[in-house]
């Protein structure tokens, strides 16, 4: 059984900074892409970020562009998420995703498996 494992969220105030990192734990599988995705409360669902796994192409959402980086671990399926500049509209909850189909994608419904889900609380 595979599994992705979010870590690094967090409360911090606007302006500040966290980093988000994601495992995939279990047996090997092949990635195509790994993204980041968010669900503030209310809300739908939004892609973040994404990277694909050959060649490193990044996307990012436009409210994020500039102030987030994401990128890949030399571990294996490993994925982070650097969110700079962080603003009160960034609260949400992160979820790690792994597309071991498709190349990256902006559309939730290609990834095949998903993390639990970290907080991260923008205080302004």
């Known amino acids: 059984q595979v599994q992705l494992v979010e870590s690094g969220g967090g409360l911090v105030q606007a302006g500040g900074s966290l980093r988000l990192s994601c495992a995939a734990s279990?047996?090997?599988?092949?990635?195509?892409?790994m993204g980041w995705f968010r669900q503030a409360p209310g809300k739908e669902r939004e892609f973040v970020a994404v990277?694909?796994?050959?060649?490193?192409?990044?996307y990012y959402a436009d409210s994020v562009k500039g102030r987030f980086t994401i990128s890949r671990g030399v571990a294996k399926n490993t994925v982070y998420l650097q969110m700079n500049s962080l603003k009160p509209e960034d609260t949400a909850v992160y979820y790690c995703?792994?597309?071991?189909?498709?190349?990256?994608?902006?559309?939730?419904?290609?990834?095949?498996?998903w993390g639990q889900g970290t907080q991260v609380t923008v205080s302004s």
């Open positions: 995703a792994a597309d071991s189909l498709h190349g990256p994608s902006v559309d939730e419904r290609t990834y095949d498996l």
């Open positions: 279990g047996r090997t599988f092949n990635v195509y892409a």
């Open positions: 990277i694909s796994w050959s060649g490193g192409r990044t």
